[in-house]
């Protein structure tokens, strides 16, 4: 296959495509209209994030923080149960988006009013994070150094806690000058402590509407109509709807859990499917080949 000659990591075990003829045509397309047209909006807990390490789940933002000695054991149950209710929903491949949303903006909010409540201090993220088993992908510094090499804007578009992610990203040494962040941020009074969360609510189904509320920031990238989007949820598959003049989109979707269940549906929304694949090698090389 042409594709494999050019990307040969788009012959790997872990890589799905409905129509591998066509994302081989994007890309071409891509390439023909230089780096300089290419931004990347990608997800980040369990896209930029690993999903397992050695076996062990790898924490996302909110359990970053949810495991944390910021939060009282108390606390910490009652956390717990709202993963323990809401993740199966989350990944349920027999519901439909509409029936989940409100369930979703419900897990949220209870689980943001409880970090509320514990009075986290803000001075204590950084350790928080250094103390995280969080980990980015494998290959991530060339990821982010590589885009900004090349000035390629990345935006991270994330349902997670932003003052988190990016001391994450902060920590790894990679919260280069082309990395904008839209995200849930928190509030914190004169005294740095907790006391909400800043504007609209960001979940995982309505990251369409966060797009359009940003018309700033893709009208300031409207000179870079090809997109490579990464995400590992189908609502990550609407960030790129703020995109001004489109011309070509590559999405790369994560399938980290319930593989066989959901694997039809990422293969239907996503031009590559990952599945079980802790590294951004592939995302990696489709960079390469761009620039
Ligand atoms: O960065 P991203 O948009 O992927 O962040 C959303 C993720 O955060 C969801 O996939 C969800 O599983 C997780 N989450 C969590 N705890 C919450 C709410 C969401 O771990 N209270
Ligand atoms: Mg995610």
Redesign the pocket.
């Known amino acids: 296959m042409l594709s494999n000659v050019k990307i040969p990591e788009l012959s790997n075990p872990s890589v799905y495509m409905k129509n591998p003829k066509r994302v081989q045509e994007i890309l071409q397309s891509m390439v023909k209209a230089g780096s300089n047209t290419v931004q990347v909006i990608s ?7 690993r999903f397992a390490f050695n076996g062990k789940r790898c ?5 970053i923080l ?1 495991n944390s000695k910021l939060i009282s054991e108390d606390c910490k149950e009652k ?1 717990k149960e ?2 323990n209710i ?2 199966p929903i ?2 349920d491949s027999s519901r439909s988006i509409e029936e989940k949303l409100p369930l ?1 903006v419900e ?2 909010t ?3 009013e409880l ?1 509320v409540q514990q009075e986290i201090r803000k001075d204590l993220l950084a350790m928080v994070v250094r103390e995280s088993d969080a980990m980015l992908r494998d290959g991530y510094q060339l990821f982010f150094n590589h885009l900004h090499e090349h000035s390629i804007p990345l935006l ?5 806690i932003g003052d988190i ?1 990016e001391e994450v990203i902060l920590q790894a040494g990679v919260f280069h000058s082309n990395v904008k962040v839209f ?1 849930n941020y928190m509030d914190f009074d004169e005294s740095g402590v907790l006391r909400a969360f800043k504007g609209e609510l ?3 189904y309505n ?1 369409r509407e966060g797009a359009l509320l940003n018309t700033g920031h893709f009208q300031e990238l409207r000179t870079r109509p090809n997109v490579l989007l990464m ?3 189908l ?2 598959l609407t960030m790129a709807d703020g995109v001004q003049d489109m011309e070509n989109i590559v999405k790369i979707g994560f399938l980290n859990d319930k593989v066989e269940e959901r694997k039809q549906s990422y293969l239907d929304s996503y031009d590559i499917v990952l599945v079980k694949d802790e590294t951004l090698e592939v995302p990696n090389a489709i960079l390469l080949y761009l620039t």
């Open positions: 997800d980040f807990d369990m896209t930029l994030t924490p996302t933002c909110h359990n949810d956390l709202l993963l809401y993740y989350e990944i979703m897990w949220w209870r689980a943001h970090l991270i578009f994330s349902a997670g992610l995200s960001i979940h995982i990251k995400g590992d949820s609502g990550d």
